[in-house]
């Protein structure tokens, strides 16, 4: 078995789902279905149970593969990683997820924490809407750049990075483009999208599902990623909040901003394991903590 292919049923073992691991691998859905198929052509018996169309399950033959496999990959893939790192004189590597978009506008951090640790690699990335904390408990990323509050007592909770004002983005059509603000009573009398986060208090946090009043803001359309969120925005299908910094990427001419007056800002800050806290991390968290809050006005 090629180690793609074990990597393709490792995944495929933990999403459950044939778009959700093609996502996450970044191939087809087709890819994941012929790697399955010929793993189960070659081993005489099949791995999944598709009698369920939304949601497939381990046979009891793919339950002991998974279990077989999964350390021997794990200890191959990261054998190979810090092969191909020490040829490069790098120590370790720090792998960081960012749910905010702005990347570039964290810059500072990133800069000051490669030039203070040389011997050691960074890697930012953006993260799909579909249950982070899963991927740091997965151990695929090191790091969360994650809006707060996070109360997860396996997760530590780092320093704040930075901190933005809520808005609201409707097609220039909508009734309400016109007007100058909103409010969080407002948002009833909408349609809003929402993603697979699986953590009530924490979505709820980014996108509250009663108004002060307590009417009911209903999601009426699921997304994982954030062009999914955006288009449909503009398509006019929903509205729905973002923090500010959003609006220096998604400047476009159907789509109007407005302040949510009564909402209360945004923080977002690191977020980690407790039990894999490394020197890395440590030393990130130093980085953010000396530099303090980043204010977009300086960028």
């Keep these: 078995m090629e180690l793609r292919d074990i990597e393709i049923f490792l995944t495929l073992a933990e999403e459950l789902h044939f778009g959700r691991a093609a996502e996450r691998l970044h191939v087809s859905q087709a890819r994941v279905s012929q790697a399955i198929a010929g793993q189960e052509r070659r081993l005489g ?19 002991q593969l998974r279990d077989d496999l999964r350390p021997v990959y794990t200890g ?33 951090y990133w800069k000051a924490f490669r030039a203070q640790n040389p011997q050691w690699e960074l890697r930012v990335r953006p993260l799909p809407y579909v249950d982070p904390f899963a ?14 509050p996070v109360e997860e007592p396996d997760l530590t909770v780092g320093p704040v ?13 909508n ?6 603000s909103v409010s969080l009573e407002t948002l009833a009398d909408h349609p809003h999208a929402s993603a697979p986060l699986r953590l009530d208090y924490w979505e709820d946090r980014y996108l509250p599902f ?7 803001i209903e999601r009426t359309h699921w997304v994982t990623t954030s062009d999914e969120l955006i288009n449909l925005v503009g ?65």
């Design 45 to 63: 018996g099949a791995l999944f149970d598709r009698s369920n169309r939304r949601r497939i399950r381990l046979t009891p033959l793919g339950q």
């Design 76 to 108: 191959l893939r990261d054998s190979l990683e810090r092969a191909r790192l020490t040829a490069r004189g790098v120590t370790g590597t720090l792998r960081v997820g960012l749910l905010p978009f702005n990347v570039a506008e964290l810059h500072p």
């Design 135 to 148: 991927a740091l408990r997965r151990g695929e990323t090191d790091v969360l750049v994650v809006w707060l």
């Design 161 to 173: 990075l930075f901190t933005d004002p809520r808005l609201l983005a409707v097609f220039a059509e």
């Design 175 to 180: 009734e309400l483009a016109s007007r100058a």
């Design 210 to 216: 009663h108004t002060p009043r307590g009417r009911a």
């Design 235 to 299: 398509n006019g299908d929903v509205v729905h909040t973002f923090p500010s910094h959003v609006t220096r990427y998604w400047l476009m001419p159907h789509i109007r901003w407005l302040p949510v007056h009564d909402m209360p800002p945004l923080s977002y800050a690191l977020v980690w394991r407790a039990d894999s806290e490394t020197d890395l991390i440590r030393a990130l968290a130093h980085t953010v903590r000396n530099l303090g809050p980043v204010h977009f006005d300086d960028v």
